[in-house]
């Protein structure tokens, strides 16, 4: 049973313009949840995180929103550059163990 | 600092032999786990060591699979015999405490045929 869903596999969006990755879970017992942006041919590296007991947090261009009646979290970035090309994972922790969604592969045209 | 490295990157084997995939985590992490993503599909949980310790396996596919953690330094995960099913990319990651962020080798890409 997957327990985090990203349902979009893929995202194009022009340079300069604000990219909105999506991610629904459906365990209640995670506690954090997590932004991986992924190159080919390397690990995942982290790249965002926001605890459930807030709404948003922001670092720089990313920024994370949870709404946590919705089960619905959401990564704003702002504004996209070409560098923002990868395939970022949406990951929730139940204490120490991580469940990954199946990850966006966004693409930023110049 | 050295990050989390992963040996080898790929391998290709047939199906009924063994391959033996090797993590060194990030020096002085104690929590070791492994993960396996499938044809693009999500990143699985396998196991996760606390030094030399198993804490948790309760991702580990089947009895094929055997993983240890020597001396709470380096981890090694061995598939025997391997089948078809078993190609995927496997990631190692570590983490100082367990409730610290984990960071990610960059895996071993598995293909059996």
């Known amino acids: 049973d997957q327990q985090v869903k990203q349902n979009s596999p893929s995202l194009s969006v022009q340079e300069g313009r604000i990219s909105i990755l999506n991610c629904d879970y459906t365990?209640?017992?995670?506690?954090?949840f997590l932004w991986y942006k992924k190159y080919p041919a390397e690990g995942p590296t982290f790249l965002i995180s926001?605890?459930?007991?807030?709404d948003k947090n922001e670092d720089g261009r990313f920024t994370v929103f949870l709404n946590k009646s919705a089960k619905h979290l959401s990564l704003h970035i702002v504004p996209s550059q070409p560098g923002d090309s990868a395939v970022y994972f949406c990951?929730?922790?139940?204490?120490?163990?991580?469940?990954f969604g199946a990850g966006t592969t966004v693409t930023v045209r110049a | 600092e050295a990050g989390v490295t992963q040996f080898p990157s790929h391998s290709v084997i047939e199906k009924g032999q063994t391959v033996t995939l090797r993590c060194d985590p990030i020096?002085?992490?104690?929590?070791l786990y492994w993960y396996r993503r499938v044809m693009g599909k999500e990143i699985k949980f396998l196991l996760h060591f606390v030094k030399e310790s198993k804490q948790d396996e309760s991702g580990m596919p089947n009895n094929r699979f055997l993983a240890e953690r020597t001396g709470g330094t380096y981890s090694t995960l061995k598939v025997q015999p391997a089948e078809l099913e078993d190609s995927g990319v496997y990631f190692c990651?570590?983490?100082?405490?367990?409730?610290?962020?984990?960071?990610f080798g960059p895996g071993t890409r598995l293909t059996v045929l």
């Open positions: 926001i605890s459930s007991i807030k």
């Open positions: 990951a929730a922790r139940d204490d120490y163990k991580l469940s």
């Open positions: 365990n209640s017992m995670f506690d954090y």
């Open positions: 990651a570590s983490s100082q405490g367990v409730y610290e962020g984990q960071f």
């Open positions: 020096s002085g992490h104690d929590n």
